[in-house]
């Protein structure tokens, strides 16, 4: 193989790895932004609006629980 051959074939494989690399860059970069609070857009804002949610059925669980137990034992006597 000529000097010319050699270089394009390695401009040739230069050109594909940088497109693997750029293509796996930016799908890198699109997973990450979810992963961080953007104002209610991202998972992270997903996740942190359901546990706030749970925190409250939690609460009017607990408020049930101990509504019930007092009418338990006012029934009883």
């Known amino acids: 193989m000529s000097l010319m051959d050699w270089a394009a074939t390695l401009s040739g494989f230069a050109a594909f790895l940088g497109t693997i690399v750029l293509s796996v ?9 979810e992963l961080k609070p953007n104002g209610g857009g ?18 009017s669980l607990a408020r049930l629980e101990g509504k019930f137990h007092q009418h338990v034992e006012e029934t009883k006597d």
């Open 42 to 59: 991202s998972i992270k804002d997903a996740v942190n609006d359901i546990k706030r949610e749970m925190v409250e059925v939690r609460v």
């Open 25 to 33: 860059r930016w799908i890198v970069k699109s997973y990450l932004i």
